[in-house]
């Protein structure tokens, strides 16, 4: 009767292979039957250990989505990495314009001092030319003084002398 009953309704006889051994088994009467319980029991043990085990296994589809989802964690872990490289070798290539800007900067501002400082002596040797050319006209005019002065100094000597 339970055979037709398991034959009828598929799930029955599921459920009498998963737990209704024992109980079926504590029914039979015959030479050996406890030895095949016991059996029963220990296959129905490993049984259950495998489905346990066999739960917390995914499926293969699962198990290939797992593995894609790891695969794109390590990319997306490596693409920050690179980012951050990236964004670090940028700050030092900000850092190294920023520096060759201030240099430029600090020559263009040495050499506008530099335009200064010539244009200012070249200011001062004009003065000094000047001055000079002012002392050696000065001079001249009292040597030709002191000359005249002599010279009318003599004439003078010369009319008297004469007279």
Do not use: C
Not at 58 to 72: A, N, R, S, T, V
């Amino acid at each position: 009767m339970i055979t037709q009953v398991a034959t009828s309704f598929p799930v029955f006889a599921q459920f009498m292979n998963s737990q209704g051994l024992p109980t079926l088994f504590d029914n039979l009467d015959f030479k050996g039957a406890e030895q095949l319980k016991v059996s029963a029991e220990k296959w129905q043990q490993q049984m259950q250990q495998a489905q346990s085990q066999n739960a917390n296994t995914p499926p293969p589809e699962m198990q290939k989505l797992q593995f894609e989802g790891q695969k794109l964690q390590a990319e997306q872990a490596r693409n920050q990495q690179d980012y951050e490289i990236r964004k670090e070798e940028n700050a030092i290539k900000l850092l190294n314009v920023q520096n060759d800007r201030t240099k430029i900067l600090a020559e263009l501002n040495l050499a506008s001092k530099e335009e200064l400082i010539e244009k200012e002596r070249m200011h001062t040797e004009t003065i000094n030319k000047a001055a000079d050319i002012a002392l050696e006209r000065t001079d001249l005019n009292r040597t030709h003084d002191r000359a005249d002065m002599e010279l009318s100094h003599r004439l003078m000597n010369n009319i008297k002398e004469e007279a």
